[in-house]
């Protein structure tokens, strides 16, 4: 099964700020006929389910607004804030869905400072 | 508008039985692959079972492997997860979500507590 790594564990900034989120998968999950990589990222806010924000490492779902972006390939991926605001208070999940077991990051806490 | 709407959680006896459901409107369920995910209290999110739109395609997390079933009603447009030989670690919200260029839609979740 392909282990996904997320660093740091949590994280605490000013509004303004950029946030920096990063995941490492225990094995490539780009995808060489498509070259496409099997990874998303996702916000989970207190007592909500989990909200898709990235697909294919760096397409945005639709809504999701543009201070949110994805970038890598191969096996290490970020997700960045470009500048936080109080509603991203939450937690961020990386997932790869390249290999038979989907699994999930450990997950980041995104708190304001 | 897309809904999932689980069902059938409940405090259940370790070595009992819980079969949850999943309604979906807005969309047709048998043209999806669909997943369970679950979430233990204060835990990260791990993925339980998957059904293919070829509903004879299913794929299990090794830890519910054998003792869990997934599945749906085409007619009622409703996925079914059967939960046997519970034990203490199944206890967790269980999301039903939908796969459409990954998770891209997720149920508000049902709860399973498995304790004597």
């Known amino acids: 099964d392909i282990v996904m790594t997320q660093s740091p564990e949590s994280l605490a900034l000013s509004l303004g700020e950029r946030a920096t989120i990063n995941c490492k998968s225990s094995?490539?999950?780009?995808?060489?006929?498509?070259?496409?990589?099997?990874l998303a990222w996702y916000q989970q806010k207190p007592g909500q389910p989990p909200k898709l924000l990235i697909y294919?490492?760096?397409t945005r779902e639709s809504g999701v607004p543009d201070r949110f972006s994805g970038s890598g390939s191969g096996t290490d991926f970020t997700l960045t804030i470009s500048s936080l605001q109080a509603e991203d208070v939450a937690v961020y999940y990386c997932?790869?869905?390249?290999?038979?077991?989907?699994?999930f990051g450990g997950g980041t806490k995104v708190e304001i400072k | 508008e897309v809904q999932l709407v689980e069902s059938g959680g409940d405090l259940v006896q370790p070595g009992g039985s819980l079969r949850l459901s999943c309604a979906a409107s807005?969309?047709?369920?048998?043209?999806?692959?669909m997943h369970w995910v679950r979430q233990a209290p204060g835990k990260g999110l791990v993925w339980v079972s998957r059904?293919?739109?070829?509903?004879?395609?299913?794929s299990y997390a090794d830890s519910v492997k054998g003792r869990f079933i997934i599945s749906r009603d085409n007619a009622k447009n409703t996925l079914y997860l059967q939960m046997n030989s519970l034990r203490a670690e199944d206890t967790a919200v269980y999301y039903c979500?939908?796969?459409?260029?990954?998770?891209?839609?997720w149920g508000q979740g049902t709860l399973v507590t498995v304790s004597s």
């Open positions: 979500v939908r796969d459409n260029r990954a998770m891209d839609f």
């Open positions: 094995q490539s999950v780009l995808y060489s006929s498509n070259n496409k990589n099997y």
């Open positions: 807005g969309f047709t369920l048998s043209s999806y692959w």
């Open positions: 997932q790869e869905y390249f290999g038979s077991e989907l699994t």
């Open positions: 059904i293919e739109t070829d509903a004879d395609r299913t």
């Open positions: 294919w490492a760096s």
